[in-house]
């Protein structure tokens, strides 16, 4: 092996073990808590970044500042004490991210003027009918529909109602709690998806069985 051969070697080495950095430090305790205020910050950030709704927030950030408190305070007490070992283990972030993340339960299709939908599917909280009727009504009473238009709103039991307007048509779907930004201009994108491969199919009124519902990616 040449000396450039050994120096590259020797530099790629060096950057896999500065990628495969731990999580957290099971000597070093403030190593573990400056490690817990990263991870607070980058919560902080998704959040800002629309990629977590506010209970997932709350639930992640809670967690990561219970176990900066938690070890604080044994390390204070007591530096000789290992337990804070244990209250630092991760994997439990997981598990908060995924069951406070919204989920889709309902969604629905009008073609704008038309009472009857294109499509629906999911299981349908009765509740929410009528919030979807008056924001129908809301936007058919308008002179002008206003197009690549997002609205969403709180609804009953906590979920929410997220609307994606589109030239012809508006998705309606039903969210099991807040959705995050990512969601919303999830279902916005869905639409507009909608709408670009059944452009002549909705201009000429043929039916929904002709047409193809990028919207059905929400409930697989």
């Keep these: 092996m040449t000396d450039n051969q050994q120096s590259q070697t020797q530099s790629e080495s060096d950057q896999l073990l500065a990628s495969l950095s731990p999580e957290f430090s099971l000597d070093d ?6 490690h817990i205020r990263r991870k607070m910050e980058s919560v902080a950030e998704e959040f800002g970044g629309g990629k977590l709704n506010r209970a997932q927030f709350n639930a992640i950030y809670g967690h990561y500042n219970e176990q900066r408190t938690i070890i604080e305070t044994i390390i204070t007490r007591n ?9 630092a283990k991760p994997g439990k972030t997981t598990f ?29 909280p009765e509740h929410s009918t009528p919030h979807i009727v008056t924001a129908l ?13 997002l609205a969403r709103k709180e609804i009953d039991n906590g979920q929410w109602l997220v609307l994606a307007i589109g030239e012809q048509a508006t998705t309606v779907v039903v969210y099991s709690m807040q959705p995050s930004n990512h969601q919303v201009h999830l279902v916005r994108d869905l639409h507009d998806d909608f709408e670009s491969a059944n452009r002549l199919s909705l201009k000429r009124n043929q039916p929904a069985t002709q047409m193809v519902f990028p919207q059905r990616a929400l409930l697989t």
């Design 96 to 124: 908060l991210r995924a069951y406070f993340e919204a989920q889709p339960v309902f969604y629905i299709v009008f073609k704008h003027q038309v009472r009857s939908p294109l499509i629906s599917a999911g299981e349908h």
């Design 79 to 87: 530096p000789e004490n290992d337990a804070w070992r244990q209250v």
């Design 137 to 149: 009504k809301h936007l058919w009473r308008l002179e002008s529909v206003p197009t690549k238009r």
């Design 29 to 34: 305790p403030q190593a573990t808590l400056d």
